[in-house]
C-alpha cells in the first residue's frame, strides 16, 4: 500500500485498483474539533479536483477535494455517529471514502510523505 | 401634486453648509461637486432638475396629498373584510406592539457580534422552539424572510440532501409561492413539475402522488391549500418518502394548525411557512416572516440561522448562534444558501404573540375562526348561484359565483364589503377559474359581517 499527498491535505492510500481518502493529520489540526462530515454518495463519479466532501468543525466547513479521478465506491459508515475519528485518527478510522482509479497516472502529480512533510514545514 | 416650490438646492436634512463642503474640496483638491463626475460621459450625466418631477412640497403640503389618497382606500379595520389567500388578518393584542419597541428587543436584524445580545438570542430560541412545536418539526431555524422565499429555500434543501433535481408541486400551492420557486429555478436549473390549482371538493392528492417518480427530489403540499382545503400530508408523505423524495408541507395560514395536526406529525420531512398571521398584521404585503422546520437528521443542510442553548464558562445558561460554518458570511458562495439574516423584528412580534396566547389560546382562536368560517358558508351559499367548493376547510373556503369573481370583488368593495380574493388574481387568464372567490375568516368576524357579506353578494349577483 503506497500513500499520497495533496497540498490541499487530503492522503490517498492505494492497495491496488481501489484507493481510501482521508484528511492528514495536519488539516484536522488545522480545522479544530470536527462536528460533522458530509461524504459523497456511494457510486458518484469523481473527477480529480471535484469537492468530494465537507468537513465540518467548530471554527469552518471544509471542502475535501477528490486527489485523483474514479467512483466512489464505499464511505465510512462510522463518520455519521463519530465525526471525531477524523481528529483521533485522521489516517486511519478517520479515513473519508474509498474509490476506483480512473487513471492511475494521476498519482504521479501527488507527493509522497517525504515531499508533503517538507510541504507542511514549509507553511 | 400641489404647488412646489422649485430650485431648491439644499435638502433640509443634509447637515453640510458650504463651508463644509468647500474644506471637502479644498482637501481632495477638485474644484466643485460636478468634477467628481467627470469620469461619467457627458450625455450619461444629468443636466438639470429630472424632467417631469415636481419639485419639493412642504410636510404639511405632503400631509394633505397621503390623506387625500388614503381616502381613496379601503383599509382592513373599516369594513367586512374577508380577504386571505396567504396573508390573514387577526386580532394582534397591543401588548404586542408594546413590547417589541422596548430598547432590548429593539432590531430588525440578527446581531454579527451575536452573543453580546443575549435577550435577542433567547427570543430567537424560545421563537425556534415555538415553530418547532407549531410545525411539529424537531428543529426550526430563526426565520426567512417570508413564506414563499421559505418555500424555495425547502426546495433547494431537498435537492441537496437527496441530490435529485425535480420538485413536484401540488396545484394547491399558492400561485405567488410557484411563482417565486420558478424564478429561482430558471437560474439554479432544477425542474419543477406545477400543476394550476383545480375547482374540485378535494386536493390533487392522487395526480400529485402520480407525478412522484424516482428523479423527485421533493412534493411541495399547502396545507390548508390555496383554496382552503386540507389534503392528506400522511399518504402524500408515505408516497414521497417510498420514492425517496421529501415531503415538503406549506403553511400559509398558522392559525389553522390549533385546529389541524402540525404537518410534522404527519410525515412531512420540512415544514415552511408564513408567520404573518401571528403578531405581524397585514401591513400592505409586508415585511413578513418566513418560517422553518425540518427533522434533525437534515439540521446541516437547513437554510438561515439557528440559535442554541449552551452553558458558559461560569456554567451559566447561554445562547449562541449555532451550525453557522456553513453561513455565507463563513462559507462565501459554498454557503448553504443565499440568506445569511432573519427578519428578527418579525419574528419578535410572532413569539410574543404566540406566547400571550399559549396553546390553549391558539387553539381558541382557530376554533372561534373555523366557526366564522362555517357561519360565512352558509350564509353565502343561501345567495342564488353560489356553491361551496370545499369538502374540507379550517377558516378559509372557496365558492363559485354565476359569473367573474374579480368584477364581483369590484362591485361588493363599492357596496364597502371587502368580500374576498378572485382566484384569477393569483392565476389570471384561466376561464375555468374565473367564477371563484377564495374567503377568509378570523376571530375579528362579526355576526354583522357576515350579514353584510351575503347581502352585498346577493345584491350584486341579483
Given at each position: 500500500m503506497t500513500r499520497y499527498f495533496t497540498a490541499d491535505h487530503e492522503w490517498i492510500a492505494v492497495e491496488g485498483d481501489t484507493a481510501t481518502v482521508g484528511i492528514t493529520d495536519y488539516a484536522q489540526g488545522q480545522l479544530g474539533d470536527i462536528t460533522f462530515v458530509e461524504l459523497p454518495a456511494a457510486g458518484a463519479s469523481l473527477?480529480?479536483?471535484?469537492?468530494?466532501?465537507?468537513?465540518?468543525?467548530?471554527?469552518?466547513?471544509?471542502?475535501?477535494?477528490a486527489p485523483v479521478s474514479g467512483d466512489v465506491t464505499e464511505v465510512n459508515p462510522a463518520l455519521e455517529d463519530a465525526p471525531?475519528?477524523?481528529?483521533?485518527?485522521?489516517?486511519?478510522?478517520?479515513?473519508?471514502?474509498?474509490?476506483?482509479?480512473?487513471?492511475?497516472?494521476?498519482?504521479?502529480?501527488?507527493?509522497?510523505?517525504?515531499?508533503?512533510?517538507?510541504?507542511?514545514?514549509?507553511? | 401634486?400641489?404647488?412646489?416650490?422649485?430650485?431648491?438646492?439644499?435638502?433640509?436634512?443634509?447637515?453640510?453648509?458650504?463651508?463644509?463642503?468647500?474644506?471637502?474640496?479644498?482637501?481632495?483638491?477638485?474644484?466643485?461637486?460636478?468634477a467628481l463626475f467627470a469620469d461619467v460621459p457627458a450625455?450619461?450625466?444629468?443636466?438639470?432638475?429630472?424632467?417631469?418631477?415636481?419639485?419639493?412640497?412642504?410636510?404639511?403640503?405632503?400631509?394633505?396629498?397621503?390623506?387625500?389618497?388614503?381616502?381613496?382606500?379601503?383599509?382592513?379595520?373599516?369594513?367586512?373584510?374577508?380577504?386571505?389567500?396567504?396573508?390573514?388578518?387577526?386580532?394582534?393584542?397591543a401588548s404586542v406592539d408594546h413590547l417589541i419597541q422596548r430598547g432590548e428587543f429593539l432590531t430588525a436584524y440578527t446581531p454579527y457580534q451575536p452573543e453580546i445580545a443575549q435577550g435577542?438570542?433567547?427570543?430567537?430560541?424560545?421563537?425556534?422552539?415555538?415553530?418547532?412545536?407549531?410545525?411539529?418539526?424537531?428543529?426550526?431555524?430563526?426565520s426567512l424572510y417570508d413564506g414563499s422565499t421559505a418555500c424555495w429555500e425547502a426546495i433547494a434543501m431537498a435537492g441537496r440532501i437527496t441530490r435529485r433535481s425535480k420538485a413536484v408541486l401540488s396545484g394547491g400551492l399558492h400561485p405567488h409561492y410557484v411563482g417565486t420557486a420558478q424564478t429561482m429555478a430558471r437560474f439554479?436549473?432544477?425542474?419543477?413539475?406545477?400543476?394550476?390549482?383545480?375547482?374540485?371538493?378535494?386536493?390533487?392528492?392522487?395526480?400529485?402522488?402520480?407525478?412522484?417518480?424516482?428523479?423527485?427530489?421533493?412534493?411541495?403540499?399547502?396545507?390548508?391549500d390555496v383554496l382552503g382545503r386540507i389534503p392528506d400530508v400522511a399518504r402524500i408523505a408515505a408516497a414521497a418518502q417510498a420514492k425517496g423524495a421529501l415531503l415538503i408541507a406549506v403553511v400559509t395560514e398558522p392559525v389553522a394548525l390549533g385546529l389541524i395536526d402540525s404537518p410534522g406529525t404527519l410525515g412531512a420531512d420540512i415544514v415552511v411557512g408564513e408567520g404573518q398571521s401571528l403578531g405581524v398584521g397585514l401591513q400592505f404585503g409586508g415585511p413578513y416572516l418566513g418560517l422553518f422546520g425540518c427533522r434533525e437528521k437534515f439540521v446541516r443542510q437547513m437554510p438561515g440561522?439557528?440559535?442554541?442553548?449552551?452553558?458558559?464558562?461560569?456554567?451559566?445558561?447561554?445562547?449562541?448562534?449555532?451550525?453557522?460554518?456553513?453561513?455565507?458570511?463563513?462559507?462565501?458562495?459554498?454557503?448553504?444558501?443565499?440568506?445569511?439574516?432573519?427578519?428578527?423584528?418579525?419574528?419578535?412580534?410572532?413569539?410574543?404573540?404566540?406566547?400571550?396566547?399559549?396553546?390553549?389560546?391558539?387553539?381558541?382562536?382557530?376554533?372561534?375562526?373555523?366557526?366564522?368560517?362555517?357561519?360565512?358558508?352558509?350564509?353565502?351559499?343561501?345567495?342564488?348561484?353560489?356553491a361551496l367548493v370545499n369538502e374540507t376547510y379550517v377558516n378559509e373556503f372557496t365558492v363559485t359565483l354565476p359569473r367573474a369573481a374579480a368584477e364581483v370583488v369590484d362591485a361588493l368593495a363599492a357596496r364597502r364589503v371587502l368580500g374576498g380574493v378572485a382566484l384569477s388574481r393569483l392565476v389570471p387568464g384561466q376561464a375555468?377559474?374565473?367564477?371563484?372567490?377564495?374567503?377568509?375568516?378570523?376571530?375579528?368576524?362579526?355576526?354583522?359581517?357576515?350579514?353584510?357579506?351575503?347581502?352585498?353578494?346577493?345584491?350584486?349577483?341579483?
Open positions: 473527477t480529480k479536483g471535484d469537492s468530494a466532501s465537507v468537513v465540518d468543525s467548530v471554527k469552518a466547513a471544509s471542502d475535501v477535494y471525531e475519528l477524523v481528529n483521533s485518527a485522521p489516517e486511519g478510522e478517520g479515513w473519508l471514502w474509498k474509490m476506483t482509479l480512473a487513471d492511475a497516472g494521476e498519482l504521479d502529480g501527488l507527493m509522497g510523505e517525504a515531499a508533503y512533510a517538507a510541504h507542511v514545514a514549509g507553511l | 401634486m400641489p404647488p412646489m416650490s422649485r430650485g431648491c438646492k439644499r435638502m433640509r436634512y443634509l447637515p453640510l453648509s458650504d463651508h463644509d463642503r468647500g474644506e471637502m474640496l479644498a482637501t481632495i483638491g477638485v474644484p466643485d461637486v460636478d450625455d450619461a450625466r444629468l443636466a438639470g432638475p429630472i424632467a417631469g418631477l415636481p419639485g419639493h412640497a412642504s410636510e404639511m403640503a405632503v400631509e394633505r396629498h397621503m390623506a387625500r389618497l388614503s381616502a381613496d382606500s379601503l383599509t382592513a379595520g373599516q369594513v367586512p373584510f374577508f380577504l386571505g389567500a396567504g396573508a390573514y388578518r387577526h386580532h394582534v393584542p435577542t438570542l433567547q427570543v430567537l430560541f424560545e421563537f425556534q422552539t415555538q415553530v418547532a412545536r407549531l410545525f411539529g418539526t424537531d428543529v426550526a431555524n430563526a439554479t436549473g432544477d425542474t419543477l413539475v406545477a400543476a394550476q390549482p383545480a375547482l374540485a371538493a378535494r386536493s390533487d392528492d392522487d395526480a400529485l402522488i402520480a407525478a412522484i417518480d424516482g428523479e423527485t427530489s421533493c412534493v411541495l403540499v399547502q396545507y390548508p440561522r439557528l440559535c442554541g442553548e449552551t452553558i458558559d464558562a461560569d456554567g451559566k445558561r447561554a445562547f449562541v448562534l449555532t451550525l453557522s460554518t456553513r453561513e455565507q458570511h463563513i462559507r462565501r458562495e459554498k454557503a448553504t444558501s443565499n440568506i445569511c439574516t432573519n427578519s428578527g423584528l418579525c419574528a419578535l412580534a410572532f413569539s410574543i404573540h404566540l406566547s400571550l396566547l399559549g396553546g390553549e389560546g391558539l387553539s381558541r382562536m382557530a376554533r372561534a375562526s373555523h366557526l366564522r368560517a362555517v357561519q360565512t358558508a352558509q350564509a353565502l351559499t343561501q345567495v342564488a348561484g353560489v375555468d377559474l374565473a367564477n371563484a372567490l377564495i374567503v377568509a375568516t378570523s376571530e375579528l368576524t362579526s355576526d354583522e359581517d357576515i350579514a353584510a357579506l351575503a347581502a352585498a353578494l346577493a345584491e350584486v349577483l341579483a
